[in-house]
């Protein structure tokens, strides 16, 4: 747990307002108690209430009043800030002129002295932050994780003072930053998302650029994907020094680069000394496929490799190699007669799907959940991998008559048992013949509120189903299919 008395001593003796009690919400709760700071805490879930009173926080429902007389207000980043409309517990701390932060700028605040590397972007931030950890961890440097992924920033146990803190950042968090920025900042891509949140896809793209600002003269690194259009013009207001002083490296996996790293051909390239020198192959790290996995492992590259943290070539990819995957983003779960059953249900936008997508040939696609507003726009070039989909949840009917566009087969599963068990004979049946083989692959595009609590308990059902079935091949069963 972070010491929180440095944060403490600022307050002027006046209580914090905790708003929001889910994980890092109670985790602020427990690290500013037993810093003796009093704290005023609400939530509508009333379990979570409780849990924040045995804590020692005070329950009472933040009004204006009551805020006038805190610090400051520490709002979960869920709660929406802005848009599509503000919370009234953020409408009642801007009457009452308190500022609102989140636990990342209470860490920052409590002054622990250790160099920071704080990633974000639409997609790749988890795997590129525990990649990162994974590397450092590997060479023998003291490090942690936490923020978005892992432990709540107050929850975290430091590593003595010459150790690194890695941690994911979301928009929503760097909207509740108003000066913590991380000593080494990481921008992986921008893509439209969360734009009911932030109101509109420049609101989304000023959330993500202001973890690059910094303050007068201070430096720092700033290491960005230039794939997408948002990301290369932000690049361009780096090295013109508009939006904050650092040294700046281009990551890409499209094009060269220079003064940073690019993927061609699998290789790895470093430019930052003015050539372009050859590393090692990302070819065969099977925990890193894709085209996008290249983009992580580049900015995992290019972090590491920096001076600020100096890692060897040899010491980066030992940790590459070495590098085991997140849960439930592209995991190859099962192998069976050659045949690999893939779990990707992390992948809850048509984005992110179509990374995993474009990583295999020959693809059995589960496919499926509560669609997102763009629904699978943008996967068109993609859809000659699909050799067949098999559709669930709510947005089943919208995906078939989607597909029916392209002439892309499907079945109409309904459910993830349905869907594993139809995959899995087909994939079996037709491994012999012509074309055969393939990947069945759960990437669904989705959210999974309709059926699951989670992507993570999708993602495990997906798994127990796949751990069950039989190795050897069944005769498919024609159900609601459209060939």
Same mark, same amino acid.
């Given at each position: 747990?972070?010491?929180?008395?440095?944060?403490?001593?600022?307050?002027?003796?006046?209580?914090?307002?905790?708003?929001?009690?889910?994980?890092?919400?109670?985790?602020?709760?427990?690290?500013?108690?037993?810093?003796?700071?009093?704290?005023?805490?609400?939530?509508?879930?009333?379990?979570?209430?409780?849990?924040?009173?045995?804590?020692?926080?005070?329950?009472?429902?933040?009004?204006?009043?009551?805020?006038?007389?805190?610090?400051?207000?520490?709002?979960?980043?869920?709660?929406?800030?802005?848009?599509?409309?503000?919370?009234?517990?953020?409408?009642?701390?801007?009457?009452?002129?308190?500022?609102?932060?989140?636990?990342?700028?209470?860490?920052?605040?409590?002054?622990?002295?250790?160099?920071?590397?704080?990633?974000?972007?639409?997609?790749?931030?988890?795997?590129?932050?525990?990649?990162?950890?994974?590397?450092?961890?590997?060479?023998?440097?003291?490090?942690?994780?936490?923020?978005?992924?892992?432990?709540?920033?107050?929850?975290?146990?430091?590593?003595?003072?010459?150790?690194?803190?890695?941690?994911?950042?979301?928009?929503?968090?760097?909207?509740?930053?108003?000066?913590?920025?991380?000593?080494?900042?990481?921008?992986?891509?921008?893509?439209?998302?969360?734009?009911?949140?932030?109101?509109?896809?420049?609101?989304?793209?000023?959330?993500?650029?202001?973890?690059?600002?910094?303050?007068?003269?201070?430096?720092?690194?700033?290491?960005?994907?230039?794939?997408?259009?948002?990301?290369?013009?932000?690049?361009?207001?780096?090295?013109?020094?508009?939006?904050?002083?650092?040294?700046?490296?281009?990551?890409?996996?499209?094009?060269?680069?220079?003064?940073?790293?690019?993927?061609?051909?699998?290789?790895?390239?470093?430019?930052?000394?003015?050539? #372009?020198?050859?590393? $090692?192959?990302? /070819? +065969?790290?099977?925990?890193?496929? =894709?085209?996008?996995?290249?983009?992580? !492992?580049? @900015?995992?590259?290019?972090?590491?490799?920096?001076?600020?943290?100096?890692?060897?070539?040899?010491?980066?990819?030992?940790?590459?190699?070495?590098?085991?995957?997140?849960?439930?983003?592209?995991?190859?779960?099962?192998?069976?007669?050659?045949?690999?059953?893939?779990?990707?249900?992390?992948?809850?936008?048509?984005?992110?799907?179509?990374?995993?997508?474009?990583?295999?040939?020959?693809?059995?696609?589960?496919?499926?959940?509560?669609?997102?507003?763009?629904?699978?726009?943008?996967?068109?070039?993609?859809?000659?991998?699909?050799?067949?989909?098999?559709?669930?949840?709510?947005?089943?009917?919208?995906?078939?008559?989607?597909?029916?566009?392209?002439?892309?087969?499907?079945?109409?599963?309904?459910?993830?048992?349905?869907?594993?068990?139809?995959? #899995?004979?087909?994939? $079996?049946?037709? /491994? +012999?013949?012509?074309?055969?083989? =393939?990947?069945?692959?759960?990437?669904? !595009?989705? @959210?999974?509120?309709?059926?699951?609590?989670?992507?993570?308990?999708?993602?495990?059902?997906?798994?127990?189903?796949?751990?069950?079935?039989?190795?050897?091949?069944?005769?498919?069963?024609?159900?609601?299919?459209?060939?």
């Amino acid at each position: 747990m972070i010491d929180c008395t440095r944060f403490a001593e600022q307050l002027d003796g006046k209580p914090v307002a905790v708003f929001g009690l889910g994980r890092s919400g109670l985790s602020t709760v427990r690290a500013l108690s037993k810093a003796g700071v009093k704290i005023k805490a609400w939530d509508d879930n009333e379990t979570q209430r409780a849990e924040a009173e045995k804590l020692g926080a005070e329950l009472v429902e933040l009004d204006e009043k009551t805020l006038a007389a805190c610090a400051c207000l520490v709002l979960a980043p869920g709660v929406p800030l802005y848009f599509p409309e503000p919370h009234p517990v953020a409408k009642a701390a801007r009457a009452a002129d308190v500022e609102i932060i989140c636990d990342l700028e209470i860490l920052h605040r409590c002054g622990h002295g250790l160099k920071t590397i704080g990633i974000t972007g639409t997609n790749g931030k988890s795997t590129t932050t525990a990649l990162i950890t994974h590397i450092l961890d590997q060479s023998g440097r003291g490090v942690v994780m936490g923020g978005n992924i892992g432990e709540p920033a107050l929850d975290m146990k430091l590593p003595k003072k010459d150790g690194i803190i890695v941690l994911e950042i979301s928009s929503y968090q760097l909207d509740l930053c108003p000066t913590f920025r991380p000593d080494i900042a990481v921008l992986l891509n921008i893509t439209p998302d969360h734009l009911d949140r932030h109101g509109s896809f420049e609101n989304y793209i000023d959330a993500k650029t202001r973890i690059f600002e910094t303050q007068g003269s201070e430096e720092g690194v700033a290491v960005i994907g230039i794939d997408d259009e948002p990301c290369r013009k932000i690049y361009e207001l780096l090295m013109a020094f508009e939006i904050g002083k650092r040294r700046t490296r281009p990551v890409s996996c499209t094009s060269t680069t220079e003064d940073g790293v690019y993927v061609e051909d699998s290789i790895l390239y470093d430019t930052r000394h003015g050539k #372009h020198v050859e590393t $090692q192959s990302l /070819r +065969g790290v099977t925990s890193l496929r =894709g085209l996008h996995n290249y983009q992580n !492992a580049a @900015a995992a590259y290019a972090v590491c490799a920096s001076k600020d943290i100096g890692l060897t070539i040899e010491e980066i990819f030992e940790g590459i190699r070495t590098y085991p995957g997140l849960p439930h983003r592209q995991k190859q779960v099962r192998v069976i007669n050659g045949i690999p059953y893939i779990d990707d249900s992390k992948a809850t936008n048509a984005e992110a799907a179509s990374k995993a997508v474009s990583a295999y040939d020959r693809i059995y696609w589960i496919a499926g959940g509560q669609a997102k507003s763009d629904g699978l726009e943008g996967m068109q070039p993609l859809l000659p991998k699909i050799h067949h989909a098999y559709l669930i949840g709510e947005a089943m009917e919208e995906f078939a008559s989607w597909l029916d566009q392209y002439s892309v087969s499907y079945s109409l599963c309904g459910d993830m048992k349905v869907a594993v068990k139809k995959a #899995h004979e087909d994939a $079996q049946e037709e /491994r +012999g013949q012509p074309g055969g083989g =393939g990947v069945v692959l759960l990437s669904p !595009a989705c @959210a999974s509120w309709d059926q699951y609590d989670s992507f993570e308990h999708r993602g495990r059902h997906f798994e127990e189903l796949v751990l069950a079935l039989d190795d050897e091949k069944k005769q498919p069963e024609a159900s609601g299919d459209n060939a």
